[in-house]
């Protein structure tokens, strides 16, 4: 459906993107995650054609953003960070406006408004001007404006930005039915937010992929790094250390601290077996009490940290 090929944007010297390739299927809800200045605005502003690439290019059903920029802007609906709204119109007027500028006949525009009025959750708010809108309902204007010619792809950058916990439910909620019928490209800064709404994550730092694939599959190919958290009862650490650093597969033993009388402490280990066996038949053979032992798997965060930090 869509596919970026050797995508590469500089500012004078500095390099936004380079060389990406990367292809997103029809009907898949995409999660673009970078930390700022990583480019991914700069990608989603080369897909809509808001910028020119310095090489590459990108295809999306068949038509080339070189060849066929108007054509892929009539597929494509895009909601930036911030969205443009025209704050002293009626949300009505406004969005009649938009059915208008997208070629929507007068049936056709009442029907269309009707059916984003309850999918964006904007029925009791049609006739207030937009100035009056809490920040929540004016994403959702933004996004019943993105959605208004029925677009094959959508692209949504930072939607949820400055919203309350609430209100990003409902957007995420909204964006989850949109993504049902239609491919949605979406970027992001809150994890959470892509665990429970995108099928597909990519995570790019300084203008490079750095990981793709779904929330599952990224936590899955770190499982050969993982942490075992013990506490233990009648225990000193330099025991511990002693005695459980004879496991091959323990590469560094760190104390978190004490509770209850229970020394805590976290294991790291290096490898793709799940060694607590082993940890549990050391720890019968020394006069400790085991009082807890859990499996810690990476979360997408530590993920996203480890790929994202430095340089």
Known sequence: MIEFKQLTKYYGELCALDHVDLTIE?????????????????????????????????????????????????????????????????????????????GLNEAQSRKRLSELADACGLRENMHRPIHELSKGYKQRVGLAHAIMGDPEILVLDEPTTGLDPNQIVE???????????KTVILSTHILSEVEATCDRIVIINHGKIVADGST???????????????????????NINTELGKIEEIKEIESIGKNHGALSVRLSCHTDKDIRDLIYKRIKEQPWILVEMTRDIKSLEKIFGELTKGN
Request: hydrophobic fraction near 35%; avoid cysteine; charge should be neutral.
């Open 171 to 181: 957007i995420r909620n909204i964006i989850k039915d949109v993504g049902k019928e």
């Open 216 to 238: 599952e599959e990224l936590k899955q190919s770190s499982k050969s790094e993982y942490s075992v958290n013990i506490s233990l009862k009648n225990a000193e650490f330099d």
């Open 26 to 102: 029809r009907g898949q809800i995409l999660g673009l995650l970078g930390p700022n200045g990583a480019g991914k605005t700069t990608a989603m502003r080369i897909l809509t054609g808001y910028l020119d690439p310095t090489s590459g290019t990108i295809n999306a059903r068949g038509l080339s953003i070189e060849k066929d920029i108007l054509k892929i802007k009539e597929i494509i609906g895009y909601l930036p960070e911030s969205a443009p709204l025209y704050e002293n119109m009626i949300v009505y007027d406004y969005l009649e406006y938009i059915a208008k500028m997208r």
